[in-house]
Nanobody
């Protein structure tokens, strides 16, 4: 079992920055990869950024060069630094974990990010 708790969402003007945090607890050693996804009303959930247990990262095309995913193992936290935010980044952002065994997935409760123009 893995528990994920996000924080850091809010309202920001276009061009601004926010940092999301995801505190991880439970079977942390069994995690293969963690990531951030987002879902806007009426749209499918999309991958924003992923970081593997080995430290490799991958980003969605729409956020490359603006967002950075990182982790601090000392405090069991994964971050998403979001810079140069655009109104189209407005969405609910979800923290995600995929386990080594069976690819079991876990999701956080989501945090709202709203970017005003």
């Amino acid at each position: 079992q893995v528990q994920l708790v996000e924080s850091g969402g809010g309202l920001v003007q276009a061009g601004g920055s926010l940092r999301l945090s995801c505190v991880v607890s439970g079977s942390i050693s069994s995690i293969a990869a963690m990531g951030w996804y987002r879902q806007a009303p009426g749209k499918e959930r999309e991958s924003v950024a992923v970081i593997t247990s080995g430290g490799s990262t991958n980003y969605g095309d729409s956020v490359k060069g603006r967002f950075t995913i990182s982790r601090d193992n000392a405090v069991n936290t994964v971050y998403l630094q979001m810079n140069s935010l655009k109104p189209e980044d407005t969405s609910v952002y979800y923290c995600h974990a995929r386990l080594l065994i069976y690819g079991t997935q876990y999701w956080g409760q989501g945090t709202q990010v709203t970017v005003s123009s």
